[in-house]
Every structure is written in C-alpha cells, then in structure tokens.
C-alpha cells in the first residue's frame, strides 16, 4: 500500500517535520489518528475504518536516513505487523516527492481478511489524504 504527494517544500524542510513525531498529530485526519507519541521511538495510532472496524497500532521508528527517509514498524496485536517508510526525493523545481509506504510483513487471520475485504484500498486513501494535508501544511508558508 502507498501513496505519492509532490510536497511544496524542500526536502530538508520536509524532513524535518515529518521526523519530528509529534508534528504527525497534524496530519491525522480523524480515520487515522495519533493516539500517544513517544518522541523519537514512535507511539500509538488508531485507524477507524467503515461499518465501525477500528485497530489499534504501536509504532516504533526503526531507522532515520536524513534527508530521504524514516522507517518503522506498525504493530497490530500479537500477530500483525507492517513496515512502514517515509520517502522523500527531492523534485527538480523545488518541492519534495514524498512516498508513505507500509508492507504488511505478517498478519492475524482478522487482519488478512479486513485487508482483503477492502482494507487495503481504504488505507491507500488515508495515505493520499495524510500526503495532501502535508502538502497543505507547506502550501504559502515561507522558505
């Protein structure tokens, strides 16, 4: 699952933010949220899909390669996790190429299934809209 944004904004900017924990409170958009941040090591999200599913996820950070990208894993229960990347390429007129990636690496019988049943499809579109409200983060701010 991924989704790509042009982020207007230096990549060195974007890095910034984007590994500073805390700054994700600002791109949640209610079917993803941050839950709890542990700045640096990761914290816990929740994802409330259709008809009422919700699964929460413990996040670590696993590798940070500045300017160009932040790794992770995602952790659903015992049995489900994914890993989780931030790239950024810088873009030849200035702006920031950014790729918001998870893999799910293993999964729980519930969780393969939600992710069949749509999930997969479900999480793509919060991924394009996380992207977007960063690129509405950057959008007339000044460099």
Do not use: Y
């Not at 409330?48 to 670590?60: E, K």
């Not at 810088?90 to 393969?112: C, F, I, K, M, N």
């Amino acid at each position: 699952m991924s989704a790509t944004q042009l982020i207007p904004a230096e990549q060195e900017r974007v890095f910034e933010f984007l590994s500073d924990l805390d700054n994700h409170w600002q791109l949640a958009d209610g079917a993803i949220s941050v839950v709890s941040v542990e700045p640096g090591n990761g914290g816990r999200v929740c994802m409330r899909g259709p008809l009422g599913v919700h699964r929460s996820a413990v996040t670590s950070v696993d590798a940070v390669r500045p300017p160009h990208e932040i790794t992770g894993t995602a952790r659903v229960g015992a049995r489900t996790s994914a890993h989780v990347t931030w790239r950024l390429e810088a873009d030849s007129g200035g702006g920031t190429r950014v790729t918001l990636t998870a893999s799910v690496e293993q999964a729980a019988r519930l969780d393969r299934f939600l992710l069949a049943a749509g999930g997969r499809a479900w999480l793509e579109s919060r991924f394009r809209r996380i992207l977007s409200t960063l690129a509405e983060r950057f959008e007339g701010d000044p460099q």
